[in-house]
Structure formats: structure tokens, C-alpha cells
């Protein structure tokens, strides 16, 4: 079985589920394929309004195939041809943290390897207060891939990256939200209608000023302040002439509460 990503879009939200559950939802080429599709497709798709990943058979992803790996799958390849199906692949890590919508990945269980790479590139990230998290690949006598070393250094600075990176621990839920690597945790039996409402919640919001949002925090992390409130005043001025903003001023005058279109 090579495994698949499932689509399912209902209003506006898109939710691509990761499935190979015999693998605890481990990427296999076919289904890097698939997902890279479905994001570049979602991400052009005015009417999708925000994108869920998640995974089938109460796992997330336990990262990459393996098992394949050991098999010999890439035994042919030169280290150039490797690295460039790798750049191909991560390609789905750059779409969910890029594209001008909010992504959400939503975490029933394990997270390890490439599969840590796409939740963390995600804008939020909701799990299950039994997740465990993991890099790795430093247990396989691998560096990392899917921007994880990137991600892991913005969000928590090149020591503590490195430590995850190297000694691989397994963290719970908790240490993981206390981390900051998670956005929100809640218990089993609340997870799925909690992780739900605030899917449809962002899924209401204003689409554009998030799309802005997320260009801003994205130039700051490595921009000087002048440079940012620079692009924040071309940012905002773009959010000033929108249909979501003109309906939400009129309706925090008239102390009511605003309705988005996304546009």
C-alpha cells in the first residue's frame, strides 16, 4: 500500500487527511505528491477559506517512509537526485506556512520526522492531549528535512533546536504546548468538537488581514523595525480598502458583531 491524502472540503474549509494508518500515516512519494496538489490547489482556491491537515487511524504522521528506505527505494539515486526529490517534496512544508489563508493542523497522535515538519509549518496547531512528538531523525542517522530545523530554530532559538534535533526526546502534549510547539491541547473526548470549532472559527474570520498577517510575522522574524512598520503600512493599507473591513467597522459602530466574506 502506498497510502493516499484524502480530500474533503465542506463550506470553507479544505481538510486533507493523511492516510497510510498501517505506517502511522508515514509520507510515501505518491502521497508527497498528492498533498503538494491539494495545497497548491487550496492555496489559489478563493473559496476555501482555511486548510486542515490531519491524520487517519488516530495518528498525525510518523514522518518518512522508513521502511521503503531500508528496502532500497532510493538505492539508485545520487545524492544530487536525492536532494533534489527532497526540495520537490518540502515543497508542501512552504505552502502551508506561505499560502495566504490559515492552516491548522489538527493532531490526534504521533508526530515525528517530515511529520513534525508540516505541523510546525502550519499557523496552529491542535492536538490530543496523548500526542507524543519527536524529531527523529537523528535515530535513523538522518539531519533533518521539511524545514524542520528551520522552523524549530525560529521558534525556539539554535540551542534548544539543536538539542531536539540531536538528542530526539519524546515529548508529551504539555511539554510540547509548554514548549511552544503547540498551539492549544485538550482531552481525548473533547478533541475532535474543540479542534472542529476552532477550525470554523478561523474559517470566519478575516481572510485577507490573515494572508497579511502572516507576510508581516513572516518579514519580522528577520527584519530590522524600520523595515517592518514599512511593510505593515502597505499591509494595512491593503486590509483599509477590503470588504471586511469597511462591514467590520460599520459593525463595532452599530455594537454588533462582524460578518466576513473574505474579500
Not at 528496502?71 to 544530487?80: C, H, I, N, P, T
Not at 530554530?153 to 538528542?167: D, K, S, Y
Not at 510575522?217 to 530590522?224: D, F, K, Q, R
Request: net charge neutral; charged share 20%; glycine share 10%.
Amino acid at each position: 500500500m502506498t497510502g493516499q491524502v484524502l480530500r474533503e472540503t465542506r463550506g470553507a474549509v479544505m481538510t486533507l487527511t493523511l492516510d497510510n494508518p498501517g505506517s502511522r500515516n508515514a509520507l510515501t512519494l505518491p502521497m508527497s505528491t498528492q498533498l503538494c496538489e491539494a495545497l497548491r490547489e487550496a492555496a489559489l482556491d478563493p473559496a476555501i477559506r482555511a486548510v486542515v491537515l490531519t491524520g487517519s487511524g488516530g495518528a498525525f504522521c510518523a514522518g518518512g517512509d522508513v521502511k521503503a528506505m531500508a528496502a532500497g527505494r532510493d538505492a539508485g539515486l545520487s545524492v544530487e537526485q536525492r536532494a533534489n526529490q527532497l526540495r520537490d517534496r518540502a515543497e508542501s512544508v512552504r505552502l502551508l506556512h506561505e499560502m495566504a489563508k490559515p492552516t491548522v493542523a489538527v493532531i490526534p497522535g504521533a508526530v515525528a520526522g517530515a511529520g513534525l515538519g508540516l505541523a510546525l509549518a502550519c499557523d496552529f496547531r491542535f492536538a490530543s492531549s496523548d500526542v507524543k512528538l519527536t524529531t527523529a531523525f537523528s535515530r535513523v542517522g538522518l539531519a533533518g528535512d521539511f524545514g524542520v530545523n528551520w522552523l524549530l530554530t525560529r521558534m525556539l532559538g539554535v540551542a534548544r533546536a539543536r538539542e531536539l534535533m540531536m538528542l530526539a526526546p519524546v515529548l508529551n502534549a504539555h511539554e510540547a504546548l509548554a514548549m511552544g510547539l503547540l498551539t492549544q491541547v485538550f482531552s481525548a473526548e473533547e478533541f475532535a468538537a474543540r479542534a472542529s470549532a476552532r477550525v470554523a472559527e478561523l474559517a470566519a474570520g478575516p481572510t485577507v488581514a490573515y494572508g497579511h498577517i502572516k507576510q508581516v510575522t513572516s518579514l519580522a522574524a528577520g527584519a530590522a523595525l524600520a523595515p517592518t512598520i514599512e511593510a505593515e503600512a502597505l499591509h494595512q493599507a491593503c486590509c483599509m480598502v477590503t470588504e471586511d473591513h469597511a462591514g467590520a467597522a460599520r459593525a463595532f459602530a452599530e455594537k454588533r458583531p462582524p460578518v466576513f466574506n473574505g474579500r
